[in-house]
């Protein structure tokens, strides 16, 4: 399946700025299953420094400085990305969940070793003593990993009420958990930290679904914006996909364009600025079949 990606960002203030330093991390990555077959970023005003690198999760990155004075910033990604998903993976002959979290406290293989640095606390998940006792029910005695974050995914789904007005990028996971409710963002972050309260590696994942059209036809829940799910390490499985907003596995609907171990290390556009007083962000995000 083909798809054209537009993601639109734009930042208005209500004074002047008069510098303003950002990194934009918009650019769909490249795996075994999804290609990248065209990507184009504009931004407006036009910068007079900008730099692509990699981050230290093997995010691609543009980095940028606009020096002129200015009251409104315009960046938009435009991409055609190919997905060309295989089976899913038999999850009840995945290794126990025990088995793994004593591989991973004790990595002996370079596999385990990398992804032994997330199965630790980062900056917006804890591993609180009440995420345990949450993914308890689902995480039993000697069941396979995958199918115990099989189950996880759906109680999380079915727990907690999506709702936009609920939370922030601010908001504390505590809050999430008192609350149950919230949207991609706090049910991944709930999600990471059940597993890593329980000494499993997981990593936040950003990314696109697709954008449905066509009357009669319902989207998934987070089309139209930035979406997020996380992957959880499985020794012989790699990293695996799951998504607690739509209790699902992603497959041939979700374009991945970062990876890291929480939101902080994936905002799609981050930076500071100089001025502007006051400001609205507007974010559209358009995922078509091509």
């Known amino acids: 399946m083909n798809y054209r990606v537009r993601h639109s960002t734009v930042y208005e203030y209500a004074e002047p700025v008069t510098v303003s330093h ?19 970023l504009r931004i407006s ?13 093997g995010n691609r990155v543009c980095f940028f400085s606009v020096q002129e004075l200015h009251q409104r910033l315009e960046i938009e ?20 969940w025990e088995e ?15 992804a032994q640095q997330f199965a630790f606390e980062s900056p917006q998940v804890r591993a609180l003593a009440s995420l345990a006792e949450l993914a308890r029910p689902s995480f039993k005695e000697g069941r396979p990993l995958l199918a115990a974050m099989r189950d996880l995914n759906r109680r999380i789904h079915k727990e907690f009420t999506f709702d ?51 009357p009669g036809e319902d989207g998934l829940v987070g089309a139209d914006a930035s979406h997020a799910w996380l992957s959880v390490f499985c020794p012989g499985y790699g990293w695996v996909d799951y998504d607690p907003t ?23 556009v981050s930076g500071i600025v100089t001025g502007g007083g006051e400001h609205t962000v507007t974010v559209a995000v358009s995922v078509i079949p091509s």
Not at 169 to 186: F, H, M, N, P, Y
Request: proline letters at 9%.
């Open 164 to 214: 936009p007005k609920a939370t922030t990028v601010a908001t504390r996971l505590e809050s999430v958990l008192e609350k149950r409710r919230g949207v991609c963002q706090d049910f991944t972050h709930v999600a990471l930290g059940c597993l890593r309260s329980l000494g499993l590696a997981a990593r936040y994942v950003s990314g696109y679904l697709r954008t449905y059209r066509v």
């Open 45 to 57: 005003p036009v910068p007079a420094v900008r730099k692509m690198r990699t981050d230290y999760f």
């Open 22 to 40: 950002h990194a934009a991390r918009v650019k769909p990555c490249c795996t075994a299953i999804q290609h990248r077959e065209e990507w184009s």
């Open 77 to 96: 990604a435009e991409s055609v990305v190919s997905l060309e998903p295989g089976l899913p993976p038999e999850v009840d002959r995945s290794p126990a």
């Open 100 to 114: 793994v979290a004593e591989a991973l406290r004790r990595p002996v293989t370079p596999e385990t070793l990398e």
């Open 246 to 268: 739509n209790n699902l596995m992603p497959g041939s609907e979700h374009i991945t364009v970062a990876c890291g171990r929480d939101f902080s290390d994936v905002s799609p």
